[in-house]
């Protein structure tokens, strides 16, 4: 189950490719490390706190003739793409886009999934031949075994064992949000968890406030000696992945939200918006691919612009802590060390340091 110690996720995670950053840092319009996109908002589960239900619009899925149109503009020069919802799995045309992700150039392809659907012989079929990595959310484990936690939990040990029978490189994996109601079951849970055989476990923060439109990570008071407690209890190779960054109490700062130029977000509602944990939000909406998907859109002056104007001090959703407010952070430090004619800002974080490079 281990990787080496290589780290999921981590702010420097996008300096990756230093290349980039530098370019984009000199003001030169570049492409994404990574696109994560909803296939569909349809999903098999109505999970309580799920910040994306109210806003769920029926049969609302992407079709293969965009995913043509918008993989072919950025699979060529993005080297990841993570697959949600939703639930992507239940899209019918599932297996194709996979298919088509990498036939356009995507070197990387995740997929997000409830995990409901992972015991289907078609579904492991297309996994195994197309993606790099499959992240099961696991839910219902809070106040005890239930049904279906128990089915998921099956069903993750059923796959893995088909692929390492089979010799696949496609990893497995699973996530469990965390909040300090949480903690008496997490090393029960975890350790169950990591019984399936996947190959890593990853925690991330339960946030709250969606209703009120400024959402926050619920309490995580020791959550983070919980997961430690965790980890003394698993087995040596247990691969227990920690966002620590995410758990930091420091505030983010960011003259402009320069993550998104890195990490973007599609919906299913085909419209580019600043990050995952801000979709079908009417004011974080940057771009309506429907209706302008030319190869230059990622520079259309509309996205561009907005870009400019979202800063720590605006940005309503920058209580969650998500990846793009802590690559702008990551960056804007950069961009400060610059400016300063610091060395810090050359610094250069190697590939072989992180899983999946190209999914930041």
């Known amino acids: ?17 230093h290349d980039k950053v530098a370019a984009y840092l000199r003001g030169e319009n570049i492409y994404p490390t ?12 109505a999970c309580p706190g799920c ?11 992407l079709q293969l003739p965009f995913l043509d149109r918008l993989f072919g503009v950025l699979g060529p020069h993005t080297p990841g793409i993570v697959m949600s919802g939703g639930e992507c799995t239940i899209v019918p045309h599932f297996a194709e886009t996979l298919a088509l992700a990498k036939r356009t150039g995507f070197k990387e392809v995740a997929v997000i999934s409830n995990g409901a659907r992972i015991d289907v ?25 239930s049904d279906t936690f128990l089915a998921t939990l099956r069903k993750l040990e059923q796959f893995r064992n088909r692929i390492e029978k089979e010799g696949s490189h496609l990893e497995i994996a699973a996530s469990m949000l965390t909040r300090s109601t949480f903690n008496p079951r997490v090393v029960e849970v975890g350790l169950q968890a990591l019984a399936t055989g996947i190959h890593w476990l990853y925690f991330h923060p339960y946030c709250e406030g969606w209703d009120e439109q ?25 691969n227990i992945q920690v966002p620590y960054e995410r758990y ?3 505030p983010l700062k960011f003259r402009k939200l320069h993550g ?44 561009m612009g907005r870009l400019e104007e979202i800063n720590s001090d605006n940005y309503r959703f920058i209580g969650t802590k998500h990846r ?13 060390a610059r400016s300063s004619g610091s060395l810090e800002a050359e610094r250069e974080e190697p590939a072989a340091a992180y899983a999946y490079p190209g999914i930041i």
């Not at 996994?127 to 990595?133: D, F, I, R």
């Not at 580019?272 to 990622?298: F, H, I, M, R, V």
């Open 51 to 61: 910040p994306y239900g109210a806003a769920r619009t029926p049969n609302l899925t």
């Open 214 to 238: 400024r959402p926050v990570q619920a309490d995580q008071s020791e959550v983070l000696d919980t997961i430690q407690a965790l980890k003394a209890a698993a087995p040596a190779d247990a």
């Open 260 to 303: 998104s130029h890195f990490l973007i977000q599609v919906g299913a509602d085909g419209v580019n918006y600043a990050g995952p944990e801000c979709k079908y939000e009417t004011d974080s909406a940057l771009l309506d691919l429907n209706t302008y998907l030319e190869d230059d859109w990622l520079w259309h002056p509309k996205r």
């Open 248 to 250: 930091d109490p420091r």
């Open 1 to 17: 189950m281990s990787m080496n110690g290589r780290k999921v996720f981590s702010p420097a995670k996008v300096n990756v490719l």
């Open 324 to 336: 793009p407010p802590i690559f702008s952070d990551y960056i804007q430090q950069m961009e400060d």
């Open 121 to 145: 012989p078609s579904i492991q079929d297309a996994l195994m031949e197309h993606a790099t990595s499959i992240r099961i959310s696991l839910y219902d484990w809070l106040e005890g075994d």
């Open 34 to 45: 990574t696109m994560e996109i909803d296939l569909t908002q349809v999903c098999s589960r």
